[in-house]
């Protein structure tokens, strides 16, 4: 099995245990990032995952690096930022689980990533490198990003983007509109929420109002016409919709009780990724012979990696092993 580079931010989730107002709760550190997190959903499924990106020399920083060699994901490639620190995500939970973040993260190590150092010999055995919108808020990370996509696509390996918008962390929305479309013009395996439609450059699309089928069809074309093999819009509690361009494909949620959504969406990208490699796509031709079914079992294994992953606390931390997945079932 090849290899999935996790290139983007490792960071610290502080995150409430109780579901009570801002000042009452008791919160608690837990290692996230939405690229890490993919990076360790994929490694306990059994995936060879590498993370690439910029880590502190704090004690949060060097806890992160831990994280990941736990978990058994490379860390080879992992640049030490001197004098920079660990970015952190605050995480306000509202009912059901759904949250809210309120990010430090000025000039903190993730942001520090820069191209020149980029090594690409960790792409000699890599089948997918995997990106995220946080990289893309803050130069040099973005250039670095946005150069690693390229390598990728230069070395014939599938260019995989979840376009993750936080947009407090951007200095305009204009901004975000230039790189969000310039990204997805790089990008084979594209993820991205319904919510975050108004930012890929495709009009008529606003995260203030739901989208209607007939509405998710027609940007699902049209970010597939953009380059993108495989798209996959995630619907929340209505489950995924994944399309390509001879197959459009449908996969419900499951009915859990979540307790916490954070990486959740990150824990359904790994379980994609690590079924594209476990089914062979290494280049990206090879997404264009994926089947309605093979769609259909990509959805729903992902669907269950992610919805077991809302029982519990934390980001990382709440990612299943593969075995716990075989005995899973919703209540």
């Known amino acids: 099995m090849k290899h999935i580079i996790n290139l983007g931010e490792i960071l610290i989730d502080v995150i409430p245990t109780t579901q009570v107002r801002l000042g009452e709760a008791c919160y608690t550190p837990y290692p996230g990032g939405a690229i890490a997190n993919v990076a360790v959903a994929i490694a306990r499924l059994g995936g060879l995952a590498r993370f690439i990106g910029g880590v502190a020399e704090d ?6 690096v831990q994280v990941l060699v736990d978990n058994h994901v490379d860390t080879r490639y992992v640049r030490v930022v001197k004098e920079a620190p660990t970015a952190i995500a605050l995480v306000t939970l509202h009912a059901g689980g759904q949250r809210h973040f309120t990010f430090f993260r000025q000039g903190t190590a993730d942001t520090q990533l820069q191209a020149e150092y980029l090594n690409w010999g960790a792409w000699h055995d890599a089948a997918v490198c995997h990106v995220g919108g946080v990289l893309l808020s803050t130069e040099p990370a973005r250039s670095a990003t946005l150069a690693a996509m390229d390598h990728t696509r230069q070395v014939g390996s599938i260019v995989s983007f979840d376009v993750n918008i936080r947009p407090t962390l951007w200095t305009s929305p204009a901004t975000i509109h230039e790189t969000i479309a310039s990204a ?8 991205i929420s319904a919510e975050e439609a108004e930012y890929t450059g495709v009009r008529g699309y606003s995260s203030s109002e739901p989208l209607e089928r007939s509405k998710l069809n027609a940007l699902g074309e049209a970010l597939l016409e953009r380059g993108p093999r495989l798209v996959i819009i995630t619907l929340g509690a209505n489950g995924a919709l994944l399309m390509t361009a001879k197959h459009r494909v449908e996969v419900p949620s499951l009915p859990v009780r979540p307790v916490d959504t954070t990486g959740a969406g990150d824990a359904f990208m790994g379980a994609v990724l690590y079924q594209l490699v476990q089914q062979g796509c290494q280049t990206p031709s090879d997404l264009l012979a994926l089947s ?7 959805g729903s294994f992902a669907n269950n990696v992610a919805g077991l992953s809302t029982t519990r606390y934390g980001g990382i931390s709440s990612f299943p092993f593969m075995h716990e997945i075989s005995g899973f079932s919703a209540p």
Request: no cysteine; hydrophobic share 40%.
């Open 292 to 298: 309605e079914h093979n769609l259909h079992n990509l």
């Open 59 to 64: 004690e949060f920083g060097q806890l992160l």
């Open 184 to 191: 997805v013009e790089r990008t084979d395996v594209l993820k």
